[in-house]
């Protein structure tokens, strides 16, 4: 059994991951382990950067956005020399394990660390949804929402003015936010790089509902497309309507956590604890099936997720 053990935010913030800090942290306390937290990642675990948790130290923050462990970069720990150096430091600090909160980039240090004797469990804490093993990851209902709720009001000045609103949601390799965010919000296409576009289609729909009496649009673009302000120029000189892009941006990273979000995350951090308790390292907590189970982490970033090919196809077929 694990008697002291961390806990570490890494790479892009999202909602849900407070609750992580605060399931692990209470969990562990229950069960008799000292729990530090770790500030801004990696690079605070080099540093020595811990703070000591207590009940009362994560009480009030599970509503929070953002990570109160705050996050960073750690170009050093993608050499073995720097993880080398972590495990050094974890085994100054008195560390036997870590629980990760992160991407797929935060779970390869993860990993590097177990190889070297340090038990990690990572818990997927990424608005983007683009783990492989686990169906679900924190803070992508919560940055779902967000958009969804931005891009409602968008459509209330595009209404106003007869336009198409172009809007760019997060999503660098993955359009998951996308095409949910599309669907909810009733847009008339939704552009990713997952599936391969034509804006003379798109364009061509956009004429044929004016001519039956529609005069407002919206597009929604994930940002791995990279061709935001080239789309929307496209379209409005194909249609002669008026265009305009809104980049939603790290908006999306930020605000109060949904209920959903909220809840596995605890559910989350808690399964993590308890591996630690057994000594065991080297695994992924994820979400299949609807259940919290975990996975071997190499074989886990190996595996491949399927894109929502059929809510693509319901969009699209509910579009116009």
Known sequence: MARRIGVLTSGGDAPGMNAVVRAVARAGLQKG?????????YAGLLAGDVVELTARSVSGIMQRG?????????????????????????????????????????FRG??????????????????????????????YDTAMNTAMEMIDKIRDTTQSH????????????????????????????VITLEEPYNLNKIADDILRAKKNGKFHFIIVVA???GQTDVIARTIQEMTGIESRVTVLGHVQRGGSPTVRDRV???????????????????????????KVYDVDLQ???AMKKEFIQR???ILNDTAF
């Open 162 to 189: 007869d336009r198409c609103s172009v809007v760019e949601v997060m999503g660098r390799k993955a359009g998951y936010i996308a095409v949910n965010v599309g669907i909810a919000v009733g847009a008339e296409a």
């Open 66 to 106: 953002g990570t109160c462990l705050y996050t960073a970069r750690c170009p050093e720990f993608r050499d073995m020399d720097g993880v080398k150096k972590g495990v050094e430091k974890c085994k100054e600090l008195s560390l036997e394990g870590i629980v990760v909160v992160g991407g797929d980039g935060s």
């Open 33 to 41: 382990m000292e729990v530090v937290g770790i500030r801004r990642g």
């Open 311 to 313: 809510r693509y196809q």
């Open 264 to 290: 596995l995350a605890t559910e989350m951090g808690y399964h993590a604890v308890e591996l630690l308790e057994q000594g065991i390292g080297n695994r992924i907590v994820g979400l299949k099936d609807g």
């Open 299 to 301: 074989e886990g970033l």
């Open 223 to 225: 940002e791995g497309v």
């Open 110 to 139: 993860a990993g590097d660390l177990s190889s070297l004797g340090i038990p990690c469990i990572g818990v997927p804490g990424t608005i983007d949804n683009d783990i492989q093993c686990t169906e679900y990851t924190i803070g």
